[in-house]
């Protein structure tokens, strides 16, 4: 599984941007798919994830309310829409996958496959 996140850029605070996540897999939708982030000089950290068939979503406290994941399986990619941005949420934003949903494995990070980061930086 290969996974490409893009649409990062630089947004003022209180703007928008959407995150895509394309992947090349042919089992897109036996995966769970998810966002993490690392600011600078920070741990990465879990932002939201989706189960297989979009049903169930998972977010971190820091985005509730702001951020929204969506994933079209038809099209193997998963979406994170960002609104009311913070400079705090400046960081590196990774997409992942993996077969099981449990918090147990996304909280940790112990997951499957990981894409390469897009850079979200949000100016105060």
């Known amino acids: 599984v290969q996974l490409q996140a893009s649409g990062g850029g630089l947004v003022q605070a209180g703007g928008s941007l959407r995150l895509s996540c394309a992947a090349s897999v042919r089992t897109f939708s036996r995966y769970v798919m998810g966002w993490f982030r690392q600011a600078p000089g920070k741990e990465r950290e879990f932002v939201s994830k989706?189960?297989?068939?979009?049903?169930?979503?998972d977010y971190a406290d820091s985005v509730k309310g702001r951020f929204t994941i969506s994933r079209n399986n038809a099209n193997n990619t998963v979406y994170l829409q960002m609104t009311s941005l913070k400079p705090e949420d400046t960081a590196v934003y990774y997409c992942a996958a993996h077969p099981l949903f449990p918090s147990a494995y996304w909280k940790t990070g112990a997951l499957d496959y990981w894409g390469r980061g897009t850079l979200v930086t949000v100016s105060s």
């Open positions: 989706i189960s297989w068939s979009g049903g169930s979503t």
